[in-house]
């Protein structure tokens, strides 16, 4: 039998109700019976277009939204049939860094005085002089120095680099299990992003959480996956339509869907080129949950489909060790 990983997500599907005063209302489905498991220590980098149900997920494995169906299972035990005190602990283990560091803090309170509460109600250390000593450690591991001077610094006094640093060491404060980064570094000027995910993996070296890595962006997913291992996950329309270890999948992409999108941030390679044609969109047309296709949910995009595509939809399959969900992965494995 093979170890319960950290956090298990079995099935789970989220809709929300859209529209309603000025247009017709409407339920979409922004999470389709998606399952992922996520190893202790381990990196999972989420990937997809703006709107296929990211951050849905996401907030479903931190607990912060509730499933329609499904479960979600943190160390083996169902997190909406925990206790009160079961539950507490969970949220202690889970932690989120958000794309927009400064709506994550009070913008009238110091950094102090907003890192300081959570470590004396959660008793990671006895009184106030303890977590000041604490905070400057953790303000000089990301970097911040003198660690006093950004402690008793407003948010609106520091630029969005150094604010995502002290989000990180707020994230890392009470030594969590799990963090979900929600395109942590997407709002960061490009030349800062690689330094912050190497930051990331830096701290997940020395306090060994978990990542749920989400972005849009997969040369962003890339870096981070080949610096740090761990898997990847292609969503599509609130499912998920490839996964698997990282390198693998970034070195030979099986969906369609993977494919294309690999294509679009790889150096052109001639020699590749030749033995395996460039897959192209069929239509450049964005999706949307409002308009599920039926069948296969890329078929309208896919340069590779046929009839079948249209009217069935492809089962999430097992080739050695990755999961794709396409009619014809044994053409592109
Ligand atoms: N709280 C909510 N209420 C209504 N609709 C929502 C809510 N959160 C997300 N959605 C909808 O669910 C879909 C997926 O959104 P989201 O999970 O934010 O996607 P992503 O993070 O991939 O951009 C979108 O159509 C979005 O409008
Ligand atoms: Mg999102």
Known sequence: MS?????????????????????PK??????????????RMENVALVGESGCGKSTLGKLTLGLLKPDS?????????????????????????????????????????????????LIRNKEVPDSKAAYERLKELLTMVGL????????????????GQMQRIILARAVSLRPKY???????????????????DLMLELQKRFGM???????DLGIARYFILKGRGKIAMM???????????????????????????????????RLTRSRPIPKLRSLEVPRLEQVPSGCKFHPRCPYAEKICEEHVPELREFDSRLVACHFAERFT
């Open 145 to 160: 120095a003198p660690p006093e001077d950004f402690l008793n610094r407003y948010p609106a006094r520091m630029s969005g």
């Open 236 to 270: 599509y329309l609130g499912s998920i339509v490839e996964a698997g270890e990282g390198d693998s999948v970034i070195q030979k992409p099986i969906h369609p869907y993977t494919q294309i999108m690999m294509t679009a941030i790889s150096v052109p390679d001639p």
């Open 210 to 216: 978990s990542y749920l890595f989400i972005t849009h």
């Open 179 to 197: 963090i979900v980064a929600d395109e942590a570094v997407s709002m960061l000027d490009a030349s800062l992003r690689l330094g912050a995910v």
């Open 26 to 39: 409407k339920t979409v489905r922004a999470v389709d019976e998606v399952s992922l498991e996520i190893g």
């Open 70 to 118: 499904g479960s979600v299972i943190f160390e083996g035990r169902d997190i909406w049939s925990m206790g009160k005190k079961e539950f507490t602990y969970f949220r202690r283990n889970a932690q989120i860094i958000h794309q927009d560091p400064y709506t994550s803090l009070n913008p009238v309170r110091t950094i102090f005085q907003s890192l300081a509460p959570p």
């Open 3 to 23: 170890e319960e990983p950290l956090l298990r997500v079995v099935k789970v599907t989220k809709e929300f109700a859209k529209g309603g005063i000025f247009t």
